[in-house]
């Protein structure tokens, strides 16, 4: 079981192998569900503008990148249009932060304060996906009790809670 604490050196995160490799994996997933950065030769991506940046269809997408005026389609399009990139590029670096501190499978990783604070918008993200995706609710412990072992969805639900849990060790670090 991960175990997080603050030393004198940052914060130690303690993660056994298969936790390292879930985490690594739910990263690399996120990253793929992000997409590409635009290329360089697109002159307004070069500003942090998109041509065309509409709401996702993908409800872990629309849910990543919601419309900042529900009651507003053109003023959220517009929106959109001027800070869905810049978001989607911070979505990407918090992640690659995350895989490029995580090191080793297993064992520690040792954060500073600002890595851990991308750490936890990493593990945020990751956990609104997984929530998207299993359509999580106010009570969903109680539909994990309940679920049959077999259910394919029970290992997204304990990684669900397992990613919860250790956001909350960081944040307890941090503060």
């Known amino acids: ?8 050196q940052g914060i130690r995160v303690r993660l056994e192998a298969e936790e390292a490799a879930l985490v690594r994996a739910l990263m690399e997933q996120l990253l793929a569900l992000l997409g590409e950065a635009p290329g360089a030769d697109d002159e307004l991506a070069s500003i942090g503008i ?3 940046a ?3 269809d993908d409800p872990v ?3 990543l990148f919601p419309d900042a005026y529900q009651d507003d389609g053109e003023a959220a399009g517009e929106f959109r249009r001027y800070t869905e990139m810049g978001l989607r590029d911070g979505k990407r670096e918090a992640a690659e932060t995350v895989l490029n501190t ?3 499978p297993g064992g520690d990783v040792m954060l500073d304060e600002k890595q851990a604070q991308v750490w936890l918008r990493a593990l945020n993200d990751v956990r ?7 359509d999580i609710t106010e009570e969903w412990y109680e ?3 309940g679920m049959d072992p077999r259910d394919p969805r029970a290992p997204m639900f304990a990684a669900y809670d397992w990613l919860t849990m250790l956001q909350e060790s960081l944040v307890r670090a941090l503060w």
């Open 61 to 63: 997408l629309a849910r």
């Open 50 to 52: 998109a041509d065309n």
């Open 1 to 8: 079981m991960s175990h997080v604490k603050r030393t004198r």
């Open 143 to 145: 539909e994990a009790e």
């Open 54 to 56: 509409t709401k996702s």
């Open 128 to 134: 609104l996906a997984l929530g998207t995706r299993l």
């Open 102 to 104: 995580l090191g080793e």
